[in-house]
């Protein structure tokens, strides 16, 4: 989904010119989470980190992921905020955006962790 989201905002009038990469390292696990939801949620990152590489001129943005058994997290360095909207936008997924440093970092629990959780909660009651 995330490269459905650089590829729909490589339409962008002003930013279509800056190039996102991304780190991705193999063996990512897969996430659960609405699909729509995610989708503009990746736009608003992607849109972030386009705007703080065209403050510095650069022509390229970096977005990083990576993972382990329980999450999956996506860097994109920016000083912007995602706002209130963001922030519904992850809990919907059922992450969380936090800023470390000069980067966002989306969070989202992998699918094994979900079904994981579902299964405790199922065998306490």
Do not use: F, M, Q
């Given at each position: 989904?995330?490269?459905?989201?650089?590829?729909?905002?490589a339409h962008h009038p002003r930013?279509?010119?800056?190039e996102c990469a991304v780190?991705?390292?193999d063996g990512l696990l897969?996430?659960?989470?609405?699909?729509?939801a995610l989708?503009?949620?990746?736009?608003?990152?992607?849109?972030?980190?386009k705007r703080a590489a065209g403050e510095d001129a650069s022509p390229r943005v970096a977005l990083g992921l990576s993972g382990?058994?329980?999450?999956?997290?996506?860097?994109s360095r920016t000083a912007e905020e995602l706002g209130a909207y963001g922030a519904s936008l992850a809990t919907r997924c059922g992450?969380?955006?936090?800023?470390?440093?000069?980067?966002?970092?989306?969070t989202l629990p992998t699918l094994s962790a979900l079904r994981r959780r579902e299964r405790d909660e199922s065998g306490a009651v």
């Amino acid at each position: 989904l995330l490269d459905d989201a650089i590829a729909l905002h490589a339409h962008h009038p002003r930013l279509r010119a800056i190039e996102c990469a991304v780190d991705r390292p193999d063996g990512l696990l897969p996430v659960r989470v609405p699909r729509w939801a995610l989708l503009r949620l990746l736009l608003l990152l992607v849109d972030a980190a386009k705007r703080a590489a065209g403050e510095d001129a650069s022509p390229r943005v970096a977005l990083g992921l990576s993972g382990d058994d329980e999450l999956v997290r996506l860097r994109s360095r920016t000083a912007e905020e995602l706002g209130a909207y963001g922030a519904s936008l992850a809990t919907r997924c059922g992450g969380v955006v936090a800023r470390d440093g000069d980067h966002l970092v989306l969070t989202l629990p992998t699918l094994s962790a979900l079904r994981r959780r579902e299964r405790d909660e199922s065998g306490a009651v």
